[in-house]
């Protein structure tokens, strides 16, 4: 019991998800404690509570183990906040560990450590078998062995759950997650130049603008991308309704054509980037990726047609590895966070400081008043709406929650509600700025939000997340253009 306290409070105060109550892992420790010296088992228990913290980030944020340990430097990254309760995490794991060594040196009967096997053992087997019961009342079947406890491609690509369980297993999900991963990536790259398409938000946008080789001789509309962090679909259409009320505004209706939809999501916002920069869901293996398995991804076409391609994020370039494979990419330019810095953008606190998604949407628009020879392909992965967010959301002027009882009454909700709606008014401010061409937008979400409230996953869709498409209306595109040629 008292194992498991160091990832129930890193569950409760870093947003991770606790989908079992305790892991079956540290029954295991018990029982080889009971039979070796007691500084192994100590060792052995920080290992497994390290596995299990590891486990729970990975089903949070849709990540594998190797993507955790490459990237952990970010952590520099985090707020002071969770950079306090992490310290104090690891001072009661060591805590426990040490408690662990002391226990495991009372002295234990022969005859006395069978029954204490057996009450480990029988306390772990009621576990699993209450777990079983609720998935055969739930899915109608027995668990599959190899996937017991882990969901396999639905905790990478999703981290839903139907409830709660009493048991955890991190280690086998760690090994299986990480195996899953190396398979999609040797399947990735064998496949990567044939790869089937799949839907995407950017390719319906840079249709219906008209980018094609057909037209690449005719001036272009400057294209924006931006991909929304942790921008579900709720299950409530009027938070929907709600969050895009900003794009439709008499304003904005008088210089683009509005239309909206949903395209699938295959996991992490690095995933989200493989959608819509190529159109695969090749995912982390967009890291791994050469020049020549990039020629037919977004910022390659476009700068072949002429475009000048910009990405920006407002984080620092080393997490997972964007200031590498931008330019391997195609981006000419690529703006992090110590860029912004250097040209006064301000800082915002959330899961991770960062610089402040309105600031860069700001930044955009100063950008696009200029004019350029070339259309600009700007690329724009937001930052401040990442989960787990403070609560109430430090902004200034914040959407109301008022809109239904479910944001007024769940505090995670209305923050994430909040940050997603800053975006929103964001956006349409910097869309009808005196540009220097015709802009089309496409905003779109990368994965759905991962709270760490089970109830509160099962109010987005864990299969699509939106987007909204901002085009030209064609008398202001033609009058804007023809500006741009006399100019």
């Excluded at 490459?70 to 952590?75: F, G, H, K, L, W």
């Excluded at 999703?158 to 299986?176: K, Q, T, W």
Aim: hydrophobic letters at 40%.
């Amino acid at each position: 019991m008292v194992t498991n306290i160091p990832f129930w409070i890193a569950s409760y105060w870093l947003g991770i998800i606790c989908d079992g109550w305790f892991c079956i892992s540290y029954v295991a420790v018990g029982l080889v404690g009971l039979f070796l010296p007691s500084l192994l088992p100590a060792l052995l228990l920080l290992f497994v509570i390290a596995a299990d913290l590891v486990s729970g980030v990975c089903e949070t944020y849709f990540l594998t183990p190797g993507n955790c340990v490459a990237n952990i430097v970010s952590m520099r990254e985090f707020s002071s906040m969770r950079l306090i309760v992490m310290v104090g995490v690891s001072l009661i794991v060591l805590l426990v560990c040490y408690l662990a060594k002391i226990v495991s040196r009372a002295p234990v009967g022969k005859m006395k450590r069978p029954q204490a096997a057996v009450c480990l053992a029988a306390f772990s087997a009621i576990c699993l078998s209450v777990d079983c019961l609720l998935i055969v009342r739930d899915s109608g079947h027995l668990p599959d062995p190899l996937h017991f406890g882990f969901t396999g491609r639905d905790v990478v690509r999703l981290g839903h759950y139907r409830e709660r369980h009493l048991s955890r297993v991190p280690i086998a999900r760690l090994i299986r997650s990480e195996l899953e991963d190396i398979k999609m990536r040797r399947a990735g790259h064998a496949s990567s130049r044939t790869a089937s398409c799949v839907p995407s938000a950017a390719t319906e946008g840079a249709r219906d603008a008209g980018i094609g080789a057909s037209t690449s001789n005719r001036p272009m509309p400057n294209f924006v991308l931006i991909l929304v962090e942790s921008w579900g679909l709720s299950k409530e259409s009027a938070i929907n309704t709600a969050l895009l009320e900003p794009y439709f505004s008499p304003d904005l209706l008088k210089r683009y054509e509005i239309s909206s939809g949903t395209v699938p999501f295959y996991g992490p916002t690095i995933a989200g980037e493989a959608r819509e920069l190529c159109g695969h869901n090749l995912g982390f293996g967009i890291l791994d990726s050469s020049v020549q398995e990039f020629q037919r991804c977004l910022p390659k076409e476009l700068t072949n047609r002429g475009y000048h391609s910009i990405a920006l994020h407002g984080m620092d370039g080393h997490l997972f590895d964007r200031q590498n494979w931008y330019g391997t990419i195609g981006f000419q330019e690529k703006w992090f966070r110590s860029q912004f810095r250097r040209q006064g953008l301000p800082d915002c606190i959330g899961a991770f400081i960062g610089t402040c998604d309105a600031s860069i949407a700001s930044w955009i628009g100063q950008r696009l008043e200029v004019n350029n020879a070339s259309p600009q392909f700007i690329y724009w992965v937001t930052l401040n709406s990442h989960l787990p967010l403070p609560t109430p959301f430090p902004l200034p002027d914040a959407a109301s929650c008022r809109v239904t009882q479910s944001l007024s009454r769940q505090p995670a909700l209305c923050s994430w509600y909040q940050s997603i709606a800053n975006v929103h008014r964001s956006i349409p401010q910097l869309s009808i700025r005196p540009l220097s061409r015709p802009t089309v937008f496409v905003v779109v979400g990368d994965h759905a939000p991962p709270f760490s409230d089970v109830e509160l996953r099962r109010q987005v869709s864990s299969d699509v997340v939106p987007y909204i498409l901002l085009m030209p209306r064609s008398e202001v595109s033609n009058t804007g253009l023809a500006k741009h040629k006399e100019g």
